[in-house]
Each structure stands twice: as structure tokens, then as C-alpha cells.
């Protein structure tokens, strides 16, 4: 199986347009398109279905994205896993337009000669991440282990930066006039967040930040992607989402969506990083410095109880045991 016509099957799947795959896969939209069309033809099935709106997968593409995921991280994997020692800095984002990936093009641009591989593990459990590192496919990843005792004790996990709650609502929403927002206000109202992965890192997130605020946070439905999601806020006047700060999302100008910040305490994800204990790669100091640098948050701040706590982290491995007499 071509593996670059997997990568963009994934890609096209998760982002709904063809166009937006290449963009992503640095190539031509036909590119992608016949990567596609060939993928189809050697397996038989048709994977998509083409829509106004892009492409929606097909029963058959559905099957088999988890899959097509699982080929695309191994394919990955392998090639990290033979690169000479002299080697790129190689760290996981959840997503390409996540608040993660832009503060780290943040970091590139202030450094354009830093040797730098920005990967998508495209796993929801952060144990996965974990081992991924642990093995060495991964020098640090952004993801939070919330149960101490499931961290591999040559893994470790420290404070990268915080990133602020939005909600983010369409115009008719009785919210959507609102400059800010505190936690109380969002009783009451729907809070949607679709597809939230049981033990990932972001369902302890929520179910915490319900508990804590007393909110309704609705996970029902699968995710279909941010573009469906964005359509559907601009079209209701009940439905909301929260979103961080530094995230970046895309809509058309008719959509009128309003991003309003949630403070008084603000409600902050603690975006964390995975890394090895001993040895970690020496391009990993100034990424952290560059996240120790950002302004804090001002004001109250809200973080769940498995936040790790914010400071400078020292990277410098420990002392070798003497030798036995």
C-alpha cells in the first residue's frame, strides 16, 4: 500500500477538502486526488463522497481511517527510527492549527536555522505518546498523562505553557454580545464539544471542568471535523464551543462567529510535554525557554487538578551512579 496515498487519504478525511489536504501535504490538489483515486481503485471501495462543501467519507472510509491512521504513525515511526544520529527535533502536536503547532512556528521563526519535525501522532489515548517517546520515535510530545502512575518512569511530564478558554458561539446566540464571559454565565447553555475520546486527556479536561462550574458539556456525535462544527454554530442559537486562544480556526465571513474570552478565574488547558528523563535531545532547552518566556496568564486562573505545575524545568540529565569499588 502507498503510504503517501494513506497520508492523504488521512489528511483529506479529517479536513474535509482536498485542497486544504495539499495545502497541509505540500503538493497539488490533483496530486492528493489521484493519490486518492489510486488508493480506491487497489482496494476496491469508494472512500469519499465529493460535496459541495468538499469531501464526506464513505462507510467504507470510515472503517478504515482509524487504520489508515495507525499505517501513517508506523510509517513515521520507521523512518525516525533509522535517521543518522545527527538528527531534527522531533516533537508531536495534536493538530496542525492547534495553539501547540503555532507557538512552535512561533519559535521557528525566531530561529529559521533550528533543524525542526513537527509530527501528528493522531492517537487519543497520551499513554500511546508516552511510549512513543519512551522508545525514542519521539523526542517530546504535547500531550498530558493525568494518571501519575501511567507515566513510564523514564518519561516525564512538564508545564509548557497555558492556553485560555474561548467560547465560541454564532450570532444568534443569547450569549454572542457578551466582551467576556465568567464560568457562571455558561450555566445552563449547551456546550458542545463532539467526539470527545474516553481517556483521553481533554475527557478529563471537561469532566472536571463540569464538575467543578456545574456545565453542561455535550460530547454526543461523532467529530466530523472543525468545519461542520463551524457551520453548525453559525446556523444555531443554542449551541456553543470552547476553544483556546492561540488555536486557529478558519470560517467564511458570513458565518459572524464570535470568540469571547472566559475569565474571572479564566479557564486555562494546561498543555504539557512528554520528554525522557535521561538524555534529552539538546534541542529541547530553548523550545522550553521559549514557552517559559510567554506573558502568564493575568488574574484568577482555573487549571484541573492534574495541571503540572508552571516554572523552569531543568533538562540537564541526571549524574551517573559511581562505580562500585
Do not use: C
Amino acid at each position: 500500500m502507498d503510504t503517501e496515498a494513506v497520508r492523504s487519504f488521512v489528511r483529506a478525511a479529517e479536513l474535509g477538502q482536498l485542497r486544504h489536504a495539499a495545502d497541509e501535504l505540500g503538493v497539488t490538489q490533483q496530486a492528493v486526488s489521484k493519490r486518492i483515486a489510486a488508493l480506491e481503485r487497489e482496494l476496491g471501495v469508494r472512500l469519499f463522497t465529493r460535496t459541495a462543501r468538499g469531501v464526506e467519507l464513505t462507510l467504507d472510509g470510515q472503517a478504515l481511517l482509524p487504520h489508515a491512521r495507525s499505517i501513517v504513525a508506523g510509517a513515521e515511526r520507521a523512518l525516525a527510527a533509522i535517521r543518522p544520529g545527527s538528527r531534527a527535533l522531533r516533537i508531536d502536536v495534536l493538530g496542525l492549527r492547534s495553539a501547540q503547532a503555532v507557538l512552535l512556528h512561533d519559535y521557528w521563526r525566531s530561529r529559521p536555522g533550528t533543524d525542526l519535525d513537527v509530527v501528528t501522532l493522531r492517537v487519543d489515548d497520551p499513554r500511546e505518546a508516552a511510549a512513543a517517546v519512551r522508545a525514542g520515535d519521539l523526542d517530546a510530545s504535547f500531550r498530558s498523562v493525568t494518571d501519575p502512575a501511567a507515566l513510564p518512569v523514564d518519561v516525564r511530564m512538564i508545564h509548557a505553557f497555558d492556553s485560555p478558554l474561548e467560547l465560541l458561539v454564532g450570532p444568534r446566540h443569547p450569549l454572542a454580545a457578551a466582551r467576556t464571559l465568567t464560568p457562571d454565565r455558561l450555566r445552563g447553555h449547551r456546550i458542545w464539544v463532539p467526539g470527545i475520546a474516553p481517556g483521553s486527556e481533554w475527557a478529563e479536561f471537561y469532566d472536571e471542568l463540569a464538575t467543578t462550574f456545574d456545565l453542561r458539556v455535550d460530547a454526543a456525535g461523532p467529530n466530523f471535523g472543525n468545519e461542520v462544527l463551524l457551520d453548525i454554530l453559525a446556523d444555531s442559537a443554542d449551541v456553543a464551543t470552547l476553544v483556546g486562544s492561540r488555536d486557529r480556526y478558519l470560517w467564511p465571513a458570513l458565518h459572524d462567529l464570535r470568540r469571547i474570552p472566559v475569565v474571572d478565574p479564566t479557564l486555562a488547558y494546561p498543555l504539557s510535554l512528554l520528554l525522557r528523563r535521561s538524555h534529552p535531545h539538546p534541542g529541547l532547552r530553548a523550545v522550553v525557554d521559549h514557552f517559559g518566556g510567554l506573558a502568564p496568564l493575568a488574574g484568577r486562573i482555573w487549571r484541573p487538578s492534574w495541571a503540572p505545575t508552571p516554572g523552569r524545568t531543568d533538562l540537564t540529565p541526571p549524574p551517573a551512579a559511581p562505580a562500585a569499588p
